[in-house]
């Protein structure tokens, strides 16, 4: 059954504890100098009035994601629930799709060699109904996950209540990960 | 990756999947954890959801508890020091030659200098308990737990001003005034998810200071850049205000406190207008806060912290922050500060065991001898000092002058004063006149560089530990649970200090010889509980919890007990506190008379700054913890390095660029820095974080990467609680 | 906040580097050469064998072929598996620049090469050591009558090749300075550019021994149409670029005026590749000297030119990302 995933990122309770970093690494094996999960902090402002920043970099499962329009074997795809995948054995690095994500989600796998990003721990996790290992284990759960055709889901009922920011949004990519941008502080 | 799931994949549907639950060892917050075990080996960490306050949350350090556990650089096998101390040339050793070692050493020390001669330090925590009953056994009364470079000064002002330690309710707290208590990066997760939940409801007001802006401060509604050491500054003139206004709880105040007018008399002077020139905060900032909070009583907190190393005046801050609390009558209020519901105090309500008591495995006989610091004895500078906890900062000049008698030896788990405690270089030369030095750790660390016997610990993943009971509102309980065996010939201090104890000739002290036995004595054979805490990892029984002083808590709790007394419960605020007045004391009269001028909260000792440029700060990071886990992989890749935070400024006076060198030096050291140029600091100050540049040639990946505050820090400790002090005065020199 | 989230080099990795750079100018040499050839083989007048137009008609047919073989094992060189390029043949998706290119790849090279053989097929006669090619040289000739039918599907495709390699970095709006409609025409043009000074070279140097003032003449003055057609171009991408937006404006100024890249573009393709060749023009034009030199000076800068700008775009764009 076709899902319309959201992961919603809330950059109120975001810390910056990198502990979705590093459940990514341990979950999914990622070797070591690359990353699927980063988030970076930023401070605004000049002293005193500061604001600080909370910028989740991954994938963000566009629902038009450029990497697939791109890749020529069509290794890159996007199944029916919308998630986007890589096929390890068809991909033959030409690192079309890497220059083509806006959101600079994808990497080369040192070990394997082929392309690599963010998979929402489809196959460890997904596809067995439960959390991608980031959002699992948040220390201030900042990160909600889940399907917004199911009117009480977590993510229906958050979107409901609060604004929420696709990131680059004016790309047209749609992407699946949004967040709630942070109240407090300076902006810029 | 060796340990990783898809390093089993093919595995993963034959073999042994299990989860394990246990307690995170990371940091000290000890947050209950689940170990996913495939065919022997962890490949996943995440919170205990038994704890609804963890959920399955779990920080970036206790995910890497994998990585710790299969790092290559873990001692594995017992080492003897060959060559001079200090040299870094070891013999590996059997088990037992490196115990029978220590064990003769021991007895020969003992014999020689007497047991006294020994030091014993460790972390708090259960290993501390376990080594302080070692050191009695043995016969020293010198042991040091890290107290003293971390919450001394609170647990002081606790016990002083309430005969107890209290605690926060955050959740239902609607505003917090945070002297930086950075719970977003020194994490307890409980609490600093309780934190962020508060930090991101709007309705709620968040109020930070902190000379920088830490990631605390970057959730404040308000943060104010406060200067260095001053905070005790700013509450002096917060009170001034309630009390020049009557705006407090007055009632609470004449019924349960000392001292009042004691108090008023020390705060005549400190109006806000005399803090502007010590915080740097506005006069009209302090009246408007001071109205704020007192609006906002009683579900305010003004949080005292969890290290407290400021400045001389610790003491007399905390104790400043607790008062504040009780003027704005938040005790044992919802969303305010409260008291343990200990086991004892809620069987006995509810004439029902529905809590299980405890017997200590680790018993401790009294040792006849004075401690080499005076810690707890009458007539000295630290009689306020819990006696077994001690002051880090005395043992360099006791070992160095042998005052008041000789100290040859020092026994050390989970414990690295080379890198955490102040001047280290005095330190390195106090440890090098010592005969015997043992340290038990993971790695070999700077500390463990000093040694003559090494043993190799066996982490928390492959530990099976006793029961530990956590208070607060309702008690709940956790035991540590292996989930594999220790790695290659590693063992837990429980067995080391099994084994020396029977070597020592005071086996029989201990009434356990396993940790299954231990297990039972301290559960009094209660093998539900023993069975809940494997099986569960996190047990607390569901009662609904008490605020004494809320009415509605009250009644709802007699509600759901028909067999309690609403007047029972009502008077257990009443009864007599365990301080010398039996009362709440704002004014401690016996530490007046030990300390003239620090019965009360009064404005001394703030300057840390001492006539130099900029004032050093140090605090922690989300990924490591303190001297621990630098050499931890997936954490090391994370952070390898602490460059110096400073304004730009202060960069621009000095002719610094980003990632320049410089060094920071004062009357105690030097030490070589990166430089970090940011807007979120004052100016006048400079920040590290804690437990880089190290002395390491055996751990190459951290040796001397970054930067050692700790070398610029002098000895000095904060009178009446003898804490070390973290901030100091330091000038920038290019070369 | 000081970094604590690991490292960030994998966002600053150059993926498509030097190898892309020179395939795009091999693939635009290729194409442009051909184009020209076919333009100069469909209009010119004279039959002489020793004429400049009939040198640059071989120069074409020879550079187009060799440049697009060394370009597409460039390619494939580049792959991070090369050995999985199979993968390009077996599969198409309609939406990939990427995919469409190797179409238009697959089907010029095969006519380039049938192309070549024809205009060669004297010279495939008369040398013994490529007899064995006698019965495919017998189908070529038997081809003959399929001549002019083979050249428009050449030039078509030779559009399709020059062009493409301009959409495939186009298509990309995560590439603020590749992400310009006006950047395949500027390297269609460059890469027509390329093929006129490339056949001029090659033909001048191992196809024709003289020359003569006229064509010289003439030659210079086409130098001087190409370059005032793309140093506007060039102008109106920038320009482009510079009311594009936000981060799009920034960071076309910031490629412009920052370091070696910048100086790359100022100095090599506008400085070596076009105003060297401008200036060299009208001197000669002005003065009446007309000297072979000057051409193969002149075409030789050209050549430097349309490679450094497909290096600085190459470059540029995956740096400045914004």
Known sequence: MAKAYRLIFDENLCIGCQACNVACRLENDVPEEVYRLQVHVTTHGVFPHLGMHFERRSCVMCDEPPCVSVCPTGASFQSKDGLVHIHESQCITCKYCILACPYHARFINPVKNVVEKCTFCFESRLSKALDPACVSVCTTEALRFGDMDQEDSAVAMLSRKETVLFPKAHLGTKPKVCFIPARKGAKV | ?735 | MSPMWGSTAQYEVIHWSWAIAIYLFLAGISAGSIIVALLVKWNRHERSNSSIWDAMIKSGTLVAPVSILAGLFLLVADLGRPLSFYWLLIRFNPLSVMSLGVLFLLIYTPIVLVFTLLVFERTIVKYAWLSPLGSFVEWVKSLHSYAKTIEYFLMGAALCVGSYTGFLLSALYAIPLWNSPVLPIVFLTSSISSGIAVNILIGLVFFKSTINTESIKYLLVLDLRVIMTELPLLGIFFVGLFYGGGEVSSMAKAALSHGGLALIFWLGVIGIGLLLPLATVILALRSHVYRVGYILTNATAVLLGVLLLRYYIIYAGQIYLG
């Open chain 2, 1 to 735: 990756m060796q340990g990783s799931l898809r390093a089993l994949e093919p595995s993963v549907l034959k073999g042994e999947d299990k989860w394990v639950r246990s307690v995170c060892e990371m940091c000290s917050s000890r947050c209950a954890i689940d170990v996913r075990v495939v065919d022997g080996k962890p490949v996943w960490l995440q919170g205990n959801a038994f704890d609804a306050r963890m959920h399955t949350s779990i920080c970036a350090r206790g995910l890497s508890g994998v990585s710790q556990l299969y790092d290559k650089d873990r001692l594995t096998t017992p080492l003897i020091r060959v060559g001079q101390r200090g040299e870094n040339r070891w013999r590996e050793a059997s088990l037992d030659e490196a115990l029978s070692f220590v064990a003769s050493s021991m007895q020969r020390l003992k014999k020689t200098y007497g047991a006294q001669s020994m030091l014993f330090s460790s972390k708090t925590g259960e290993s501390f308990d376990l080594l302080s009953s070692f050191a009695s056994n043995y016969g020293s009364p010198n042991t040091f737990s890290h107290w003293s470079s971390c919450p001394i000064a609170i647990e002081s002002a606790l016990e002083q001003t309430f005969g107890e330690r209290a605690y926060r309710d955050f959740e239902h707290a609607d505003y917090i005034v945070n002297f930086g208590h950075n719970l977003f990066e020194g994490l307890d997760i409980p609490l600093s998810k309780a934190m962020a939940r508060f930090a991101a409801n709007p309705s709620k007001k968040l109020i930070v200071l902190d000379p920088r802006f830490s990631m605390m401060a970057g959730k404040a509604d308000e943060w104010y850049p406060i200067r260095a050491g001053q905070d005790l500054a700013f509450v002096l003139s917060l009170l001034h205000v309630w009390l020049r206004d009557a705006k407090y709880d007055h009632a609470f105040v004449q019924r349960y406190c000392i001292g009042l007018d004691a108090l008023k008399a020390s705060l005549k002077e400190t109006t806000p207008q005399w803090q502007e020139r010590y915080t740097g905060i506005d006069a009209r900032t302090i009246e408007r806060l001071a109205d704020e909070i007192y609006r906002a009583a009683p579900r305010c907190i003004l949080d005292w912290g969890h290290k407290a190393t400021t400045s001389p005046a610790e003491f007399q801050r905390t104790r400043a922050i607790l008062i504040a609390n009780v003027l704005m009558g938040n005790v044992e209020k919802k969303g305010g500060i409260y008291f343990a519901k200990t086991p004892e105090m809620l069987n006995e309500l509810l004439q029902k065991p529905l809590f299980p008591l405890l017997q200590s495995p680790y018993p401790a006989p009294n040792v006849g001898i004075s401690r080499i610091d005076g810690a707890g004895e009458e007539g000295s500078a630290y009689r306020f000092v819990p006696k077994k906890h001690g002051v880090l900062n005395s043992i360099a000049d006791a070992i160095l002058t042998q005052q008041p008698y000789a100290i040859k030896g020092w026994f050390l788990t989970r414990h690295n004063p080379l890198v955490t405690v102040a001047d280290p270089q005095k330190m390195r030369a106090a440890m090098a006149t010592l005969e015997l030095i043992v340290v038990n750790d993971i790695y070999m660390s700077d500390t463990a560089m000093m040694a003559d016997v090494v043993l190799p610990e066996a982490t928390y993943l492959e530990r099976d530990e006793g029961i530990h009971v956590h208070q607060g509102l309702i008690p709940s309980y956790t035991m540590r649970n292996r989930a594999l065996m220790p790695l290659r010939g590693t063992q837990s201090l429980r067995e080391t200090v099994r084994r020396l104890a029977d070597a020592l000739g005071f086996g029989d002290a201990y009434p356990w010889k396993t940790i299954q036995e231990l297990r039972a004595y301290q559960a009094k054979g209660d093998s539900a509980l023993l069975e809940s805490l494997v099986k569960r990892g996190y047990v607390q029984a569901t009662i609904p919890p008490l605020f004494l002083r809320e009415e509605a808590s009250v009644r709802a709790f007699c509600e759901r007990y028909a067999h309690v007394d609403l007047m029972r419960v009502s008077e257990m605020f009443e009864r007599r506190r365990k301080t010398p007045s039996g009362k709440i004391e704002l004014f401690c009269a016996h530490i007046e008379e030990a300390f003239a001028g620090y019965g009360v909260p009064c404005a001394v000792d703030m300057d840390v700054q001492h006539n130099y440029p900029y004032t050093l700060i140090s605090g922690k990071s989300a990924i490591h913890t303190n001297a621990h886990t630098q050499n931890v992989p997936y954490l090391h890749a994370l952070m390898s390095e602490n460059p110096l935070w400073m304004h730009p400024s202060t960069a621009k006076a000095h002719g610094l660029r980003p990632n320049d060198t410089c060094y920071i030096e004062n009357e105690i050291g030097k030490e070589k820095v990166k430089v970090f140029i940011t807007e979120g600091i004052r100016p006048d100050t400079l920040f590290l974080y804690m437990g880089f540049g190290r002395q390491t040639p055996l751990l190459p990946k951290i040796d001397r990467k970054g930067s050692s505050a700790s070398k610029l820090l002098s000895l000095q400790t904060a009178p009446v609680c003898g804490a070390m002090i973290t901030n100091t005065g330091v000038r920038i020199v290019r070369a």
